[in-house]
Antibody
Framework: EVQLVESGGGLVKPGGSLRLSCAAS????????MNWVRQAPGKGLEWVSSIISSRNYIYYADSVKGRFTISRDNAKNSLYLQMSSLRAEDTAVYYC?????????????WGQGTMVTVSS | QSALTQPASVSGSPGQSITISCTGT?????????VSWYQQHPGKAPKLMIYDVSNRPSGVSNRFSGSKSGNTASLTISGLQAEDEADYYC??????????FGGGTKLTVL
């Protein structure tokens, strides 16, 4: 079964750091571009970051640029999001999502999400 | 970059058809044939319903269809069913190689 499972969410103080992980299974992880998407409570979806399969290209939303770092370990079939200088507005469910080949808009597999709460 | 513009809510009766619009600019919706649509039920992860403007992933009902004209993309759901009640989001690839989501539309089946 094709599956993504996020972990690492929790409660963190403003200015703190957190590292999210996403474990992939059931497909050839190294062949796919991967993304992080977040959703603040009661709000819409917001794209956060993407990383190309070969790790040659990485992109960030302006709202997280300079604070978040996306990475991947193809040997471990894992995607990561290192978050630092966290703010209250970063509070959200964070989803990892697989991007369909040849279709940069199409996120066809999603994890169940992990909740990040930034609060003092 | 501001979110793509979607109506906050739409509604329809079972069996009817509804259309949700998604308006962007020439830097996103209008510039590429890379628009997708997602369905999200409460407490669940989003589900891909349409990609590349009008393509349906395997397993998605043919009651769902997508189109685009200029800077506006549209999702049409025909033969509305109770289980279609959900939030719907559009998404577009942009000139910055980023993805941009719409604000979301709540579909109510009356």
């Amino acid at each position: 079964e094709v599956q993504l499972v996020e972990s690492g969410g929790g409660l963190v103080k403003p200015g703190g750091s957190l590292r999210l992980s996403c474990a992939a299974s059931g497909f050839t992880f190294s062949s796919y571009n991967m993304n992080w998407v977040r959703q603040a409570p009661g709000k819409g979806l917001e794209w956060v970051s993407s990383i190309i399969s070969s790790r040659n290209y990485i992109y960030y939303a302006d709202s997280v640029k300079g604070r978040f770092t996306i990475s991947r370990d193809n040997a471990k079939n894992s995607l990561y999001l290192q978050m630092s200088s966290l703010r209250a507005e970063d509070t959200a469910v964070y989803y990892c999502a697989r991007e369909m080949m040849q279709s940069p808009d199409a996120l066809d597999i999603w994890g169940q999400g992990t909740m990040v709460t930034v609060s003092s | 970059q501001s979110a793509l513009t979607q109506p906050a809510s739409v509604s329809g009766s079972p069996g009817q058809s509804i259309t949700i619009s998604c308006t962007g600019t020439s830097s996103d919706v209008g510039g590429y044939n890379y628009v997708s649509w997602y369905q999200q039920h409460p407490g669940k992860a989003p589900k891909l319903m349409i990609y590349d403007v009008s393509n349906r992933p395997s397993g998605v009902s043919n009651r769902f269809s997508g189109s685009k004209s200029g800077n506006t993309a549209s999702l049409t759901i025909s033969g509305l069913q109770a289980e279609d009640e959900a939030d719907y989001y559009c998404n577009s690839y942009t000139t910055n190689s980023a993805l941009l989501f719409g604000g979301g539309t709540k579909l109510t089946v009356l």
